[in-house]
């Protein structure tokens, strides 16, 4: 399968191939999330004024179950853990992996359990970037990058809890599990044998927290989430020397999201 480069398009500002930091990306994810929930506070107030405090929340509470959208923005990586051959070796001083940007889009199902606990289904097609960045010894010799690029159809599972309502404000936990498939994998390609290779398939275990903001129709509620791999993702090929240095690759996300319910 050819793997299209769809992070090419976005042309970031700099130097190709400039890595941005995984700590200093986060922090502007989490400055967007402020910003959007922000930029609808006026609105809210004011919707609430206008009504004289009828609150919206007690018509969505009232609610068994409901649906909705889910938009995203993600920052995915591996943690990797070396091999001993990789201490042996003399072709790579360092194997690392380098954060990659990504975005989800995705469809909200949730169901009311009692007043403060929700079960939610949300399945997502996810276009996610992570690489591994080989370097060998020495001031002059370039490094050795293995692009992942993978488009994620993901299935998590979820509970919720929300806290008291204020006015129609409501502050949440959410924890669970996912499944993932890869249906971008390059992994069965003969293009690939030359190539270390990470499974298609995955579990990964999910919390964040987030804030409801209930409007006359709809519920508006940015949520960050870290997803954590479970399995080992890495196929080893003892005839690859860039697999043997490596012992176990598990699967990290970061994940801003803006869901729209009702």
């Known amino acids: 399968m050819r793997t299209t480069y769809a992070w090419n398009m976005l042309n970031l500002h700099g130097r190709k191939g400039a890595v941005i930091p995984c ?3 986060s922090a502007a ?10 930029s609808l506070l006026p609105m809210h107030l004011h919707a609430q004024r206008a009504q004289g405090h009828n609150f919206n929340y007690k018509d969505f509470q009232a609610k068994p179950y409901y649906f909705g959208i889910s938009l995203g923005l993600n920052q995915s990586d591996f943690k990797i853990f070396h091999s001993k051959d990789f201490i042996r070796n003399d ?3 360092q194997a690392q992996s380098v954060t990659g940007p990504g975005f989800n889009l995705g469809i909200v199902s949730n169901l009311k359990i009692g007043e403060y606990f929700d079960i939610r289904f949300l399945p ?3 276009f996610v970037e992570r690489n591994i960045k080989y370097t060998p010894p020495g001031e002059n010799m370039l490094p050795l990058t293995r692009r992942v690029e993978s488009v994620f159809v993901e299935m998590p599972f979820h509970v919720r809890y929300k806290s008291v309502a204020y006015h129609d404000f409501r502050l949440f936990l959410v924890a669970g599990v996912k499944y993932v498939f890869d249906v971008a994998s390059d992994s069965r390609t003969r293009q690939a044998a030359g190539l ?3 499974s298609p398939t995955d579990f990964q275990f999910e919390y964040g927290a987030g804030i409801q903001f209930f409007f006359p129709y709809f519920i508006f509620s940015p949520e960050f989430k870290i997803s954590q791999g479970l399995n080992n993702v890495l196929i080893f090929n003892d005839d690859l020397q860039q697999s043997t240095v490596l012992e176990k690759v598990l699967s990290r996300t970061f994940t801003i999201s803006l869901h729209f319910e009702g």
């Open 23 to 25: 700590k200093t990306t």
């Open 29 to 38: 994810l989490a400055v967007f999330l402020l910003l959007a929930a922000s």
């Open 91 to 93: 072709s790579f001083s």
């Open 124 to 126: 997502t097609l996810s």
């Open 196 to 198: 270390v290779k990470i």
